[in-house]
T-cell receptor, first 114, second 120 residues
Framework: DTEVTQTPKHLVMGMTNKKSLKCEQH?????MYWYKQKAKKPPELMFV???????INESVPSRFSPECPNSSLLNLHLHALQPEDSALYLC?????????????FGPGTRLTVT | AQKITQTQPGMFVQEKEAVTLDCTYD???????LFWYKQPSSGEMIFLIY??????QNATEGRYSLNFQKARKSANLVISASQLGDSAMYFC?????????????????FGKGTHLIIQP
């Protein structure tokens, strides 16, 4: 089973709202990732968690706040977003350091900021 | 820094024909991995195939094969006997492998993608 789940599928939020995106995997993977994908563009890496610790932050604005409560869960907390943050947010997981390298993606959350 | 170049923004192919999607890369890392992903209009990124920089043989997965030419820094995807369901966006991607940790927890760098349309 290579399933990564993401909720919600769609999210519309105002610029003053606070919301969270959720990602879950039960494959025993120890690395989890957040990517942002604008329309007709490739995904861009935002954050990497390895063994539940933040290992990579690609200079993402502080209005995006990641959290990894346990090895199966990854959250992305959103606050005071801008309309240009509207995008598809993809979560992925992989086995982790020293293991196989494929990243498996969830279906994504389509975020619209109004 | 890593860079992936996909020079074919779009391709039209007749059903049942073989397809080659081009990918070239640039990196200063001695150890790296190359991937191909398929993204249908629904948005999900589907892993297709992986090739390690030190793998001697080209990777194959069912109808997918990766034509890896290390000296030319190319990693083309070949789809044999194309099907209507193969119509999608295809991304080539790479990651570096850290010599200390053994890799496996680094982000992917993607090319701009190729939009493949299979015609009946």
């Amino acid at each position: 089973d290579t399933e990564v789940t993401q909720t919600p599928k769609h999210l519309v939020m105002g610029m003053t709202n606070k919301k969270s995106l959720k990602c879950e995997q039960h494959m025993g993977h120890r690395a989890m990732y957040w990517y942002k994908q604008k329309a007709k563009k490739p995904p861009e890496l935002m954050f990497v968690y390895s063994y539940e610790k933040l290992s990579i932050n690609e200079s993402v604005p502080s209005r995006f706040s990641p959290e990894c409560p346990n090895s199966s869960l990854l959250n992305l907390h959103l606050h005071a977003l801008q309309p240009e943050d509207s995008a598809l947010y993809l979560c992925a997981s992989s086995q982790g350091p020293g293991s196989s390298y494929e990243q498996y993606f969830g279906p994504g959350t389509r975020l619209t900021v109004t | 820094a890593q860079k992936i170049t996909q020079t074919q923004p779009g391709m039209f192919v007749q059903e049942k024909e073989a397809v080659t999607l081009d990918c070239t890369y640039d990196t200063s890392d001695p150890s790296y991995g190359l991937f191909w992903y398929k993204q249908p209009s629904s948005g999900e990124m589907i892993f297709l195939i992986y090739q390690g920089s030190y793998d001697q043989q080209n990777a194959t997965e069912g109808r997918y094969s990766l034509n890896f030419q290390k000296a030319r820094k190319s990693a083309n995807l070949v789809i044999s006997a194309s099907q209507l369901g193969d119509s999608a966006m295809y991304f080539c991607a790479m990651t570096r492998f850290d010599q200390l940790s053994g890799g496996g927890a680094d982000g992917l760098t993607f090319g701009k993608g190729t939009h493949l349309i299979i015609q009946p």
